[in-house]
């Protein structure tokens, strides 16, 4: 069984940076075809895709917040961690990790979400 | 930047079919995985690859692709499909995933 879970800061400051960090079981990232991606939502609003990192260290960011967005991975500890700087309040949202398909075969097809974790950006 | 358009609500009466729509250009080409968000609630994917559907996902949803329009097709519908749905794919050009705006489903 797949699982996925986000932890980090309810709470950031204006222009500081915002780490959150995805544990996962059930999986290995060192898998072929696999890879955990990051996905916000603001209130009320729309999916967001962030980043995306896989099996063979290939890092993907959206092309809009690509220079204030990092993603790594510990593949012994299971966790993928994702830094953004910079935060602003237009970036208050709840932050997804979730375990993606292949993009060549399934699309990114993101299989099994982790519950979320809201971030607000507030001083 | 690569675009999909999905209507702002759809309503439905319940035991009837609901369509959803998501447009992109030749998103017929293009791989398309649908997203079932209900209030409170993380994202569910309930159609991948096009047409698939994840285990424990009902055979009521189906997905097709024509042209510039993908669609997520919801047949017998009842409360419990009351949801955002929300397209997505991958954007090979620009290696890019893109989501939909959503659509909200109501039942009536």
């Known amino acids: 069984q797949i699982t996925l879970k986000e932890s980090g800061p309810t709470v950031v400051k204006p222009t500081q940076p915002l780490t959150l960090t995805c544990t996962f079981s059930?999986?290995?990232?060192?898998?072929?075809?696999?890879?955990v991606g990051w996905i916000r939502q603001p209130p009320g609003k729309a999916l967001e895709w962030l980043a995306l990192?896989?099996?063979?260290?290939?890092?993907r960011y959206t092309l809009s917040l690509k220079s204030r967005l990092t993603i790594t991975k510990d593949t012994s500890k299971n966790q993928v961690v994702l830094t953004m700087t910079n935060m602003a309040p237009v970036d208050t949202a709840t932050y997804y990790c979730?375990?993606?398909?292949?993009?060549?075969?399934?699309?990114?097809?993101?299989?099994?979400w982790g519950q979320g974790t809201m971030v607000t950006v507030s001083s | 930047s690569y675009v999909l358009t999905q209507p702002p609500s759809v309503s439905v009466a319940p035991g009837k079919t609901a369509r959803i729509t998501c447009g992109g250009n030749?998103?017929?080409?293009?791989?398309v995985s649908w997203y079932q968000q209900r209030p409170g609630q993380a994202p569910v994917l309930v159609v991948y690859?096009?047409?698939d559907r994840p285990s424990g996902i009902p055979e009521r949803f189906s997905g097709s692709s024509s042209g510039n329009t993908a669609t997520l097709t919801i047949s017998r519908v009842d409360a419990g499909d009351e949801a955002a749905y929300y397209c997505?794919?991958?954007?090979?050009?620009?290696?890019?995933?893109?989501f939909g705006g959503g659509t909200k489903l109501t039942v009536l």
């Open positions: 979730a375990y993606a398909l292949t993009r060549y075969v399934y699309g990114d097809a993101f299989e099994i």
């Open positions: 059930g999986f290995s990232l060192n898998t072929r075809g696999v890879g």
């Open positions: 990192i896989d099996w063979n260290d290939d890092e």
């Open positions: 030749s998103i017929e080409d293009k791989i």
């Open positions: 690859a096009g047409s």
């Open positions: 997505q794919v991958w954007e090979s050009s620009s290696d890019q995933v893109v």
